[in-house]
């Protein structure tokens, strides 16, 4: 899949103040570290990496430029950590991994449920799981996304991890046992989300 590209500048400083310093000129602080780099104080342009988290995903795979004085160096890498302000949803800090070359990577990778279910056509309701599962490849097989057809579930049907083919040179490490999807009745959709209540209120209740 085509990489999306950013350039990051090595810091000077690190610390809360220069970090806030940063922010305030429209620049995130980051990490960049792996076997080649070690462990890089950064900082990108904030817009770049809003627009590349939100066309490639909170696990994006990039082609990253280090700028270091006169020095520029080019790695792949992956997005391993986004932190976000806890009130106003803000990136505040992002860790990017640097890949080695010809090494396998781990990543999360969005599930996009395709078609409408059969038991969704005669008034069952669809159920979303995962949205999200782990998968281990090169970092050139890694997918932007897993399409899983849904439309052969009927009501009562449901879907698991280890019901997806995944792309080639691509392996599912989520638990085969969890939940893509499922279909189920109005009634059995109310019971379920009043049990979740009910559990809910307990879990309150204990001091």
Do not use: W
């Amino acid at each position: 899949m085509a990489r999306a590209s950013l350039t990051l500048r090595v810091r000077e400083e690190v610390g809360k103040g220069p970090a806030g310093r940063l922010r305030r000129r429209g620049l995130l602080p980051g990490v960049l570290y792996g076997r080649e780099v070690g462990n890089l104080p950064v900082e990108v342009d904030l817009k770049e990496m809003k627009k590349v988290l939100g066309r490639e995903g909170e696990s994006a795979l990039v082609q990253v430029k280090v700028e270091q004085g006169d020095q520029v160096r080019e790695y792949t890498a992956l997005v391993r950590e986004v932190q976000r302000h806890p009130i106003r949803g803000e990136l505040i800090h992002i860790d990017f991994f640097q890949v080695p070359a010809g090494e396998k990577i781990t990543a999360n990778v969005p599930v996009v449920l395709e078609g409408e279910p059969r038991g969704v056509k005669v008034g069952g309701i669809l159920q979303h799981g995962l949205d999200e599962v782990e998968v281990e490849c090169l970092p050139e097989d890694l997918p932007e996304a897993i399409t899983v057809d849904v439309s052969g579930l009927d009501i009562g049907d449901s879907l698991k991890v280890a019901d997806i083919t995944p792309p080639p040179g691509v392996t599912l490490l989520s638990e085969p046992t969890s939940l893509i999807a499922t279909v189920v009745t109005v009634r059995g959709a109310e019971a379920e989300e009043a049990a979740e209540e009910t559990q809910e209120g307990a879990g309150e209740g204990v001091s």
